[in-house]
């Protein structure tokens, strides 16, 4: 079949538009929500790997959530929660430092 590379830059070219559609919908909120999570699990002396297992998240998944590209679901933030032996409430920034636009 040989080399195509039209094939490879129309791959290249979905790819990169992928990850600026995944980019532009990040909200503010999300960063800052997966931000407080991450310094809380980094406090703890987590690997994101170690704690994407112990929590019982897909590792891909569990970095989506810290990078702020996940709505998460409020089950996974009491799991969260629990194996850093903090309140939900904790995991969340300042409520006055949230936007919901």
Known sequence: MGYQ????????????????????????????LGKQIRDLRSEKGYSQEEFAYEVGLDRTYYSSVERGERNIAAINLIRIAKALGVEVGELFPAARSLSVD
């Open 5 to 32: 590379p039209e094939a490879r830059q129309l791959w290249f070219y979905k790819y990169t538009a992928h990850i600026q559609y995944v980019c532009a919908k990040k909200h503010p909120s999300l960063i800052k």
